[in-house]
């Protein structure tokens, strides 16, 4: 069994940053690609940014040149860094890890972003 631990999410003032995290804890699964997903109320889940196995990153076009994405290997934990805040980054942050033969979400985390 797979868990994922988010933390990081908060309130913090446009042009702000915060650092979410997500660790994986579990044995014997094997890391094929993390993404970071969000939902604002009303509108639909978009991904964010995403990090494969080989490191291949993605980001989605809203967030280019803010967020970046990393993974320490070590601690089984993917980070997002985000800067240069907007109040429209203003969502639940959730983690999704894929597997070679399964997918696990956590629990999520708001972030929002307000003066």
């Known amino acids: 069994q797979v868990q994922l631990a988010e933390s990081g999410g908060g309130l913090v003032q446009p042009g702000g940053s915060l650092t979410l995290s997500c660790a994986a804890s579990g044995s014997g699964f094997i890391f094929y690609g993390m993404g970071w997903y969000r939902q604002a109320p009303g509108k639909q889940r978009e991904l964010v940014a995403s990090?494969?196995?080989?490191?291949?990153?993605y980001y989605g076009d809203s967030v280019k040149g803010r967020f970046t994405i990393s993974r320490d290997t070590a601690k089984n934990t993917v980070y997002l860094q985000m800067n240069s805040l907007k109040p429209e980054d203003t969502a639940v942050y959730s983690c999704?890890?894929?597997?070679?033969?399964?997918?696990?979400w956590g629990q999520g985390t708001q972030v929002t972003v307000s003066s």
């Open positions: 990090i494969r196995s080989t490191s291949t990153t």
């Open positions: 999704n890890l894929v597997t070679p033969t399964n997918a696990y």
